[in-house]
Structure formats: structure tokens, C-alpha cells
């Protein structure tokens, strides 16, 4: 059975840093995406970076040098490295995962998409205050 479980988040002034985890148990795969989505109040989940199986990275353009997706070694826990943090931000940060059954070079999505996931995390509450 597969499980991902957040933490990390919590509050924390515009300009500072939080770093998520997510403990992953139960996925094993060679081909797979793995990602940080969150949601603000009244919006929709939007996906915020990715890490494909070949440890390609992608994320939204509006955390492009302040966040960075990465895993350890043995590929049991996700980390989101948020830097540079600003109150629109806040949000419930969720992780999730995807795999594939060909190769991972085959995928032609973004991984970006809440479509394309099949497991989820519970989430963990960022609140950035000005």
C-alpha cells in the first residue's frame, strides 16, 4: 500500500525558508514522477515542481529560483526547499506520486498537471505572513 506523508510546513515571515518532506512508503518503481502540489483557500490544487525517475526537475514559473525538488539517495523521502518565501505562498502543500509501466522517457506530460498523479499525501499547512 502505498503512503506519503508530509512535513515541515508551518509559519513563517516573507523572505524566510521552510523545507517539506515527504516519507514515502510502499512505491517502488523505475519510471515515476514525484511532486509538490499545494492549494490556497478558493483555488485550485496547482502543481508547484516535479522530479522524474531520470531526476529531471520542472517547476511553476512563480517559484523558479526560490524552491528546489529533491529526493535522497534511496528515493524514501521527497524534500521541497523553499527559499525567498512571500505571503503568496501560503497554502496547504501536498506531495504525490506516478508510475509509469514504460519507460520514463516515453512520457510526454509535464508532470506539473493534478491529472496525472495517483497518489497524495494528506498535506502540511505553509502560512507566510508579510
Known amino acids: 500500500q502505498v503512503q506519503l506523508v508530509e512535513s515541515g510546513g508551518g509559519s513563517v515571515q516573507a523572505g524566510g525558508s521552510l523545507r517539506l518532506s515527504c516519507a514515502v512508503f510502499?512505491?517502488?518503481?523505475?519510471?515515476?514522477?514525484m511532486g509538490w502540489f499545494r492549494q490556497a483557500p478558493g483555488k485550485e490544487r496547482e502543481g508547484v515542481a516535479t522530479?522524474?525517475?531520470?531526476?529531471?526537475?520542472r517547476y511553476t514559473d512563480s517559484v523558479k529560483g526560490r524552491f528546489t525538488i529533491s529526493q535522497d539517495s534511496a528515493e524514501n523521502t521527497l524534500y521541497l526547499q523553499m527559499n525567498s518565501l512571500k505571503p503568496e505562498d501560503t497554502a496547504m502543500y501536498y506531495c504525490a506520486s506516478v508510475r509509469f509501466y514504460r519507460p520514463y522517457s516515453y512520457y510526454s506530460g509535464s508532470c506539473l498537471t493534478e491529472s496525472e498523479y495517483t497518489y497524495w499525501g494528506q498535506g502540511t499547512q505553509v502560512t507566510v505572513s508579510s
Open positions: 510502499g512505491f517502488t518503481s523505475s519510471n515515476y514522477c
Open positions: 522530479i522524474g525517475s531520470n531526476r529531471n526537475t
